[in-house]
C-alpha cells in the first residue's frame, strides 16, 4: 500500500498540473470555435438581407428599415443590428446597439475575424458588412452578437473538464491500486519462489524477467552458503572418524541420526559355551557400523539373533559395540510369518532377483507384499519411536524398506530422509515386471535423498521414474519433484572405514600365509588365492571356479602348486534358490577337484561357514590373490578391504566388470565372469605379476579406498542433507 501511495501521489499532482493547464487552453480553443461561427453567421445574415436592406434604403426611410432590424433581432442570439449609411454620422440601429460602435470608426471590423468588443453590457462580438446596390449608395451593415452564452459555455466546458479530470484521475488512481498490489504480489511469490529454490535449481524460463537479478544473486547466496558447509567435503583430503562427527556436531548441529537397516551389526547368539556376538556377513553393516561408531544415534533393525531378546533392555535397546559401547541398537522382532513374507518372500525371491542380472527369475507373491507392506509399517512406527525431535536424520538402507521413506515422511513431514539402496538398480523394462512397481517407487520418493553406488544405477532409477511415474524429472541436478517433494538422486560410491579395525589385530602378511598353510595343510612356497562372499547366486562362484579349472587346463604348471580357498558365508538358507546353488558350488568345487586327481594338494578348498572380520582380515593378508567374480553387484566390498588388508602392497586383485566397485578400482586386473578364458588368464597374470607392477597397482588402489572411505561415503550424504534442512530452515524463515 505504501508503495501505491508513492507512486500515486506524483500521479495525481501531475494530473492536476495537466487540468490546470489544459482549461484556457480549451477555454480558448472554444472561444476561437464560436467567433469563426458567428462570422459564418454574420455572412449568411448578411447575404440573405442584402437585396431587401437595399430596397430599403433605395426608399429612404429610417423607420421602415428599423422595423426590418426588430424582425431580425427576434433571434436571440442577434443582440443588436445597425446601419452607417455615408450621408448620416449616427447608425439605424435597435436599441441594444452598443453606443461605443461609431459609424466613423468601423473600419477595423470589416474583415473577416476575431472581432470581439467589450461594452458597458458584456461582451459582443461585432461583423460589419457592405450593402448597398453601387458605390454611391454603399452603407455598413453593422450586426452585434452577444457573447455572454460562450462565457456560459466555458464556465460549462470548465466545470466538466474539472469532473473529467476528477474521474480520470480515480480511475487511474483505482487501476494503478490495483496493478501495483497484483504486481506486488506476483513479485513477492515470485521472490518467495526464489527462495523455495524454484527457478534457482532449475533454469529459469519461467522466473519473472525482474526477478532474475535477485534468482542470481541468491544463487551466488547459496553457492556461498554451500560452500561454507563444505569445508570438509572437496578440499577435505582426508576423512576420518573425527571429521564425520566434527560435522555432525557443526553441520548438523548435533541432529538426532536414526539408521534403519534389516540386518543388524551386532547378532547375540546362544551357543553351549554361553552367548556369543556375531558380526554379519554383510556389506552394508561392513560400510555403515563404523559410521554409527563415529555417530552415535540409534541403529534400527531386525532381532534375528538368538540370543538377542535376552540382551535388550526393557525397551528393546543394546549398547554396542560391546565392551565399548559407542551407540545403540533398537531391535525389532518380527513373527515367523514376518520374516517368511517380508524378507524371504518378497526381499529376497522378489526383489534380489529383480534388481541383480544373475538370471535367477523373481517370484512375487500377494501374500509376501502384505508382509512386506506390515513390516515396513512397523518399522515406520519404530522410526517415530525413537526420534527425539519432529525433525531426525532417518537413513534407510536397501531393498527391505522401500515403502518406509513415504511412511515416515507422512508421520514425521519434516524428517530428513535419506535413502541408500545397497543393490544395483535396474532398467525400466526389468523393474516394470514387479507388479507393485508404482508403490515401490512412490515409497521412495518420500525420500529427500536417494543414494546409488554408481551413476549407471542413478540413471536407470530416473528412466524408471520417468516411465512409470507422473513426477518433473530434472536430469541436470539429477532431482524428481512428484506432488511437490523433491527428492534428490545421487551417487555416493559406498566404502570400508580407513585404517580398517581389524588391521589394529592382524598378523603380519608371514604370519598369515604360515597360518592359513598350516590350516590346510599346504607346502611352504605354496600360492594362495581366496574369494570371500556370502554364498549368493549374485557371487558367480561357480564361474570363479570353472575359471581356476580352465587355469590349471591352460598352464598345468600351476596344479598342485595353487589353491583357492573360497569362504562362503551360509545365506538365506530357507530358499529353494539359494540352497540349489550351495549345492551347485559344492559340487563344481568337487569336480574341478576330481580334474586333477594327480595334485599334491587341491586346487579348491571350501569353506562353507561364516567367518568374523578379524578371520576374513587373516586371509586377505595370506594370499597372492583375490578373485571377485561377481555377476551383478552394487558394489562389492570385499575387493576394498582385499586392498585395505594389505598395507604390504602386495597381492593382486581380479574383479569382475559386473561389480560397481570396478568403476574405482580399474588397477585391479578386470574380467568378465562369464568368460572363463580370460579369468584364466587373468588368474595366470596375477599368479606371475612382478612384485613391483604388483605394488604400483595396490598403491593406487589403496590412496584411492583410503580417500575415498566410508567416512566420505557417509560425509558426502550428510553434508547434503545439511545443505538441504539449512535450505528448507531458511524457506521456513522467509514463508513465516
Ligand atoms: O549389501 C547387500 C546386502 O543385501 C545387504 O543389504 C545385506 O545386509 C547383505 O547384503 C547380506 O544379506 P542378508 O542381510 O540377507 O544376509
Known sequence: MRLSLRFLVPLLVALALFAYAAVPLVDTLTTRWFVRDLDIRSNLIASTVAEPLADLIETGSSTRILAFFHRLTSDERLYAVGLCLPDRPAPIATGAFPPELRCSALAPYLTVGDHLLRTAKGVVHVAVRPVGRDAQDRADLVLVHDMSFI????????????????????????ITVVIAQLSWRGWVAGLRALLRGE?????????????????????????????QFRPTDESQQRWTEETLRAVLRGEMRGDDIIVVSNREPYIHVATPQGVRVQRPASGLVTALEPVMRACSGTWIAHGSGSADRETVDR???????????RYRIRRLWLTPEETAGYYDGFANEGMWPLCHIAHVRPTF?????????AVNAKFADAVVAEAHSDDPVVLVQDYHFALLPRMIRERLPNATIITFWHIPW?????????????????GLLGSDILGFHTQFHCNNFMETVDRFVEARIDRETFTVVCGGERTAVHRYPISIEWPPAPLAQAPTVDEAHERVRVRFNLPRDHRLGVG???????????ERFNAIGRMLELHPEWVGRFTFVQIAAPTRGTIDDYRDYAERVRRTAAAINDRFPGAAHPPIVLVAEHHEPDAVYEYHRASDICFVSSLHDGMNLVAKEFIAARDDERGVLILSQFAGASRELPEALIVNPYDADQCAEALHVALTMPADEQRD???LMRNLVR??????????MLLDAAAMRQRKRFRDRIDA
Open 151 to 174: 462565457e456560459r459555455r466555458s464556465e460549462e466546458t470548465r466545470r466538466y473538464l474539472f469532473w473529467f479530470f476528477v474521474a480520470l484521475s480515480a480511475s487511474v488512481a483505482l
Open 199 to 227: 527457478g534457482i535449481l532449475r533454469p529459469s524460463a519461467g522466473t519473472a524477467p525482474e526477478l532474475r537479478p535477485i534468482a542470481r544473486d541468491v544463487q551466488a547466496l547459496l553457492r556461498e552458503l554451500e560452500h
Open 315 to 325: 525397551h528393546d535397546h543394546v549398547a554396542v559395540p560391546p565392551g565399548h559401547p
Open 365 to 373: 507373491r500377494t501374500s509376501d507384499w502384505e508382509q512386506y507392506r
Open 426 to 442: 535396474p532398467n525400466p523394462e526389468s523393474f516394470g515386471i514387479c507388479p507393485w512397481r508404482d508403490e515401490l517407487l512412490d
Open 532 to 542: 570371500i562372499d556370502r554364498m549368493d547366486y549374485t557371487k558367480g562362484i561357480v
Open 697 to 699: 597397482r595396490m598403491r
Open 707 to 716: 580417500e575415498f572411505n566410508v567416512y566420505r561415503w557417509a560425509g558426502r
